[in-house]
């Protein structure tokens, strides 16, 4: 009677459960019908992504060199051993000189693997995100980074870690892109777009300053597998939080998207063309200084390996502050984006020419934070600007033009793990800084060309008159789509009407060409 009745306690135990599951799920899903609590549920999922996305490209930095010199010394010893019994301490000297270079080299190209093929998938996941919509790309990217985290933790050989690298920047490319993409989509007003583009940014540079001392924290006292264990462990849990409540598989109408504007014509946009080359232009110093840094501190400043350690962490608040300042200039003066975009890489183009002439830890953290801030500035006042154009000049579709921020991102970061050590090594490190923050002063005045596109507005009188209520993103547009074909007596897939490069809206044409709506 005793397990009878231990039986029954658990049996009610369990439907008490699952009662408690169903009410949260019902709770849940009424949330999603609500467009507020939907849009920062998004939200969440999206900054969560790339919160980890940044993290596991930083994570790596205090595990992987130690890792590989470790396997490194091994083999060495082992070959050295078998091959060279008897050989002389002057040869030994030498030939971990040569295994230290050799060291170097496969760091770098480890490091800007991530960055070189998410390079060169983003025009393809562009396109792909264009075509599909928003959310199940981004399940890809999160399945593809979760895979990639295993992979990480379970490696044991620089092959293995290489692919887990590419696989990372596979990943990237789906998830950043969409995410992005999601939130612009879903916040169409400026002011609401700008705020939800400033968190996502605030999460990637928590992201990318955090990891470091939390991967070297847990794989200092737990091992190398630890830290990506938890980071494929929070990536699963965001999965399924996006499966849960956007249900990206769900039967939805798709033959009346709209046809989004091809990445190659964004491409070739000038006022697009602008602010990609000053999110790269931006980047470049954190994407250089990051792989050089330490040796120059050591070199110059004889620093601790804390202090090493350290160096960035201080600019994670004049980051967060820079992303809080400009949001909240962006909505009092939405036509001066330009502007805080320009200042933005003036500032990094003044603290990268002052970082060589600091002598000690302490001043060296006020160029960073010039940097960090002055990068906060130029990403959270052009991201929505991309957006806006999207919208005033081409399709209210944001997946190729957010691949192409990606891309400009992606260019940055390829680069400085590889160009970066060759320009100190041939040039100098006065002469790499100073190189880019004059790059940056000089660039600064081409954002002039948007003085004027960011002084129009796009409309949405169409849409409220032909919606119930306010537009609320894609698939908005796609009910838009189907109520004009209704009013008009035709299918409208494939016809959606767009407004030109010019910004001439050719349904408002007809419209006032024709006879109005009733």
Known sequence: MDGEGGSFGLAKSAAVKLSEMGERTKQLGSAMRDPHQQKRIILVIVCVALLLDNMLYMVIVPIIPDYLADLESEQSEHVHLVLHPNTSSANSTSQDKSNKDNLDIQIGVLFASKAILQLLVNPLSGTFIDRVGYDIPLLIGLTVMFVSTCIFAFAENYATLFVARSLQGLGSAFADTSGFAMIADKYTVEAERSRALGIS?????????????????????????????????????????????????????????????????????????????????????????????????????????????LTWLPAFFPHI???????????????????????????????????????????????????????????????????FLVDVRHVSVYGSVYAIADISYSIAYAMGPIVAGQIVHNLGFVQLNLGMGLVNVLYAP???????????????????????EAPQGLYDTIKLEEVRAKKKGYSSSGNCLSVDENGFDSFRAQQSSGPEYT
């Open 201 to 309: 940014l605030a999460f990637i540079s928590f992201g990318s300053l955090v990891a470091p001392p939390f991967g070297g924290v847990l794989y200092e006292f737990a091992g190398k597998r630890v830290p990506f264990i938890v980071l494929a462990t929070v990536c699963l849990a965001d999965g399924f939080l996006l499966l849960t409540v956007i249900k990206p598989f769900s039967n939805r109408t798709r033959e009346n998207m709209p046809v989004g504007t091809p990445i190659y014509r964004l491409m070739v946009d000038p006022y697009i063309a602008v602010v990609a080359g000053a999110l790269t232009m931006a980047n470049i110093p954190l994407a250089f200084l990051e792989p050089t840094i330490a040796n120059w501190m050591e070199t110059t400043m004889h620093s601790t390996q804390w202090e090493m350690g």
């Open 446 to 468: 081409a954002l002039l060309l948007l003085r004027n596109v960011c002084q129009m507005k796009p409309s949405y009188s169409e849409r409220d008159n032909l919606l119930d």
């Open 321 to 387: 502050l820079g992303v809080y300042i400009t949001v909240k200039l962006a909505a009092k003066n939405p036509h001066l984006q330009w502007f805080y975009g320009a200042l933005g890489m003036v500032i990094i183009g003044a603290s990268s020419c002052t970082v060589p002439a600091c002598k000690t830890f302490g001043q060296l953290i006020a160029p960073l934070c010039g940097i960090c801030f002055g990068i906060a500035l130029v990403d959270t006042a052009l991201l929505p600007t991309l957006a």
